[in-house]
């Protein structure tokens, strides 16, 4: 089987990645392998780079529409939750 080889992990990603194999009674060799496994046979959607275009022409075309007006008539958390979607999308 080939083999894989990760360098320079950061001490805090490899405390955390002991912790977990350590939670599932798994060495961190058998959990890593069971990650990558998982990975492969279900991938993580990839965005919609067109949806994702379609938000940046929208976002930048309402930074044009704001720009010139107080801050004080702007709700920053709401555009930022309208900027990043629905929860739960990675888009």
Known sequence: MPNILVR???PFVH???VEEARERGQSLQQYLLSQ???LAMDPPPRPDSEAF???MAALSAEAERLRGHPVADVDA????RE????LGSDV
């Open 15 to 17: 405390e955390r990645l």
């Open 83 to 86: 900027g990043r979607g629905p």
């Open 8 to 10: 320079d992990v950061p």
């Open 53 to 55: 275009l379609d938000r």
């Open 36 to 38: 990558l496994r998982r």
């Open 77 to 80: 958390a709401a555009l930022i």
